[in-house]
């Protein structure tokens, strides 16, 4: 799961597994949650978001599951491939209608051939 | 497609230079906002804009400052550069109304003080 420090928690699966990738946040009060890619040499990239009142949302190959009874977020990406290596972090929004986002710090994604 | 586009993939520069760090977007939006990305501590928020002229600090503005004259520029600005400012720094913007939330980011400027 992510954490602030010095080290990036990283995964490493094979080539056309699942990875899950896990965020616990902060503010029981947060509404809503991004997940964001970020590769090599780029800027964040937004994958998919989910809303407090949902507890899954599908995207194409790709799962949020919100546990808020834990503060818990994880990203499930199906069929991993080389193309998914990247840093991936969540974000929170303490109120859906403002600008206010928390980053986590990130998990390093590595997919073998 | 949206697109951020940060002016300089890598700067150097020497402590006590005046630095200036340009963002500019396309789609019109009215939020901006820049980063600092250090390894480990995912991103901090420096300050950020919602209008033309308007800006707020945002987490760590101490030595920072920022500029948005026009709608698809907002600037940062470090008057005099410390090498604790050698960090890699993001730009983002976002629009109004549900898509308010989503920040589509620039491809970074990795600034290196010495």
């Known amino acids: 799961g992510e954490s602030v420090g010095l080290h990036l928690p990283t995964l490493s699966v094979q080539e056309g597994d699942n990875s899950i990738i896990n965020c616990a946040y902060s503010n029981s009060a947060s509404d809503y949650f991004i997940w964001y890619k970020q590769e090599s040499g780029k800027g964040p990239q937004f994958i998919i978001d989910i809303r407090s009142n949902m507890d899954k949302r599908q995207g194409q190959r790709v799962t949020v599951l919100l546990n808020k009874t834990v503060k818990h977020l994880s990203l499930q990406i199906a069929a991993t491939q080389p193309g998914d290596s990247a840093v991936y972090f969540c974000?929170?929004?303490?109120?859906?209608?403002?600008?206010?986002?928390?980053f986590g710090a990130g998990t390093r994604l590595t997919v073998k051939p | 497609d949206v697109k951020v586009t940060q002016s300089s993939r890598y700067l150097v520069k020497r402590t006590g230079e005046k630095v200036f760090l340009e963002c500019v977007q396309d789609?019109?939006?009215?939020?901006m906002f820049w980063y600092r990305q250090d390894p480990g501590l995912g991103l901090r928020l420096i300050y950020f804009?919602?209008?033309?002229?308007?800006?707020e600090k945002g987490d760590i503005p101490e030595g920072y400052s920022v500029s948005r004259e026009k709608k698809e520029r907002f600037s940062l600005i470090l008057e005099s550069a410390s090498t604790n400012q050698t960090s890699m720094y993001l730009c983002?913007?976002?629009?109004?109304?549900?898509?308010?939330?989503?920040?589509?980011f620039g491809a970074g400027t990795r600034l290196s003080v010495l």
């Open positions: 974000a929170e929004n303490r109120h859906y209608n403002n600008n206010d986002m928390r």
């Open positions: 983002a913007s976002s629009g109004q109304g549900a898509a308010k939330n989503i920040q589509y």
């Open positions: 789609m019109d939006h009215e939020n």
């Open positions: 804009s919602y209008d033309v002229k308007m800006k």
